[in-house]
């Protein structure tokens, strides 16, 4: 019976075989999935933020929590089980614009975490040689995830946009 892993804020997982990866509460924060297709293995991170280079504690760092650490730490452990970065496939939801003001998104980019943690991904994925194949980003509204490990199927849930695959 597959496995539902839980990936919790500022956190990332592997998965294999049938397992599942899941996510809840995506706001502002970003869930990237990496996904082999040939051996059916998917790693995914619930990403808060979009650079570790403002952190003044770097000590205290959980790579997890940024784009661009979150990015290097996945793709570090893939060659590791045998899977070269060049096969993966990405993934990603989230980074919905969450300070709504007067019923209209803040504008402000320094307001728009969102935003910045989707290009802060993006790029360090382009960096990487490694594809965005499917996304459903951006918005003001929440959404939970699953990952599959044995398709790379990442199913989404927004609450006002109801479900969709990508």
């Known amino acids: 019976m597959p496995e539902r892993i839980k990936v919790g804020m500022a956190s990332w997982k592997i998965a294999r075989d049938e397992d599942v990866l899941v996510t809840f509460g ?19 991170a619930h990403i808060m933020l979009p650079d570790s280079k403002q952190m003044r504690f770097r000590q205290e ?15 570090e452990r893939f060659p590791r089980m045998g899977v070269p970065v060049s096969r993966l496939q990405a993934k990603m939801a989230g980074g919905a614009n969450m300070f709504v003001f007067q019923g209209k998104p803040s504008g ?59």
């Open 26 to 44: 995506l706001g502002s924060c970003v869930g990237l999935g990496l996904w082999d297709p040939e051996k059916k293995i998917a790693a995914m």
């Open 61 to 75: 760092l959980n790579p997890a929590k940024f784009a661009d650490t979150a990015v290097k730490a996945m793709l």
């Open 108 to 166: 402000k980019e320094a307001f728009n975490i969102g935003q910045r943690n989707i290009l802060a991904v993006k790029e360090n994925l382009k960096e990487a040689g490694i594809p965005v194949v499917g996304e459903d980003t951006g918005g003001s509204a929440g959404r939970s995830v699953e990952f599959f490990s044995q398709n790379g199927i990442m199913h989404i849930r927004t609450a006002l946009a109801g479900e969709r695959d990508i």
